[in-house]
């Protein structure tokens, strides 16, 4: 079945003392293209990344994102001594000149602004690059099943455009002939009333006829539509990649229909090239969001 190339996933993974978060999102895009936005202690797995990545997705506009977990374990408290001393110094200086009675606590250095200050854990990056390897793991994961998912309803959508363009494909075949014979018939009359009455040599006029079926003749056209469309729908059940396959297919049926169009002498012939021509729009448009 084919596969979208829109989705989204997202998990989290520890190993060792190290957490991490993982979305990974894609968008229609001609090739695959992988962005990775990493935090700087993380930014040596930027290769690892999109290589996973390439494992796993053909085509696609991939997003991918790490963070370390906001965790109880990710910030330390940082005791600054030297500022903690000059601190303690300076309130014993003040309480002995001003004659204050009590002595300079712990609480007092503490609170002082600049003492304790959070700052982040050194990174234990193997730990880190192996629960970024699961969590990434399990987040392709969900965004292929999404990417699943979307393509079933594409599948579902392009199945039933087929069908109508196979519909109007079968439509012209018989309307073909119809058109040959009212050629026939308009340019008789018009040499008739032309002529006032004089017969046209039968001849000469089924040589007409007949150079006039050879320039309309679609029946190679109507043969390359069919086959064009037994492709595609063949594509729409295979498990592999397929939507480079499919938009060239499609832009085959565009190029087919234009050419019945422009052979086309009837208005009801006319009529159902522009519908089909409106259908290979609307896939076009559809496959190109196919993996």
Known sequence: MIRSMTGFGAARAAQGGEEIDVEARSVNHKFCDVKV?????????EIEIV?????????????????RAASRGTLVPRIDMALAEEYARSFGEISA???????????????????????????????ARAAAAVALDHALTALTAMREREGQALARD?????????????????????????????????????????????ARLAQEVALFADRMDVTEELTRL???????????????????KMEFLVQEMHRETNTIGSKSQSAEIA?????????????????????
């Not at 069919?226 to 480079?244: C, D, F, I, K, M």
Request: glycine share 8%.
């Open 37 to 45: 936005r990493l935090p700087r202690e993380l930014a040596a797995l």
């Open 51 to 67: 290589r996973a990545v390439k494992e796993r997705l053909a085509r696609g506009g991939v997003e991918v994102t790490c963070r």
């Open 97 to 127: 000149r001003l004659g204050l009675a009590g002595s300079v606590e712990l609480a007092h250095v503490l609170a002082a602004e600049g003492v304790v200050t959070l700052t982040e854990r050194a990174i234990d990056l193997e730990a």
């Open 158 to 202: 392009l199945e039933g455009r087929l069908g109508q363009v196979e519909g109007l494909v079968a439509k012209v075949e018989k309307l073909a002939p119809q058109s040959i014979e009212q050629y026939r018939v308009r340019l008789q009359d018009r040499i008739q009333d032309v002529a006032r009455g004089f017969n046209p040599d039968p």
């Open 226 to 244: 069919r086959s064009h469309v037994a492709q595609t729908r063949a594509l729409l059940a295979v498990n592999e990649p397929a939507g480079r």
């Open 271 to 291: 009529n159902a090239v522009v519908t089909m021509k409106a259908e290979i729009e609307r896939m076009r448009e559809q496959v190109q969001n196919v993996e």
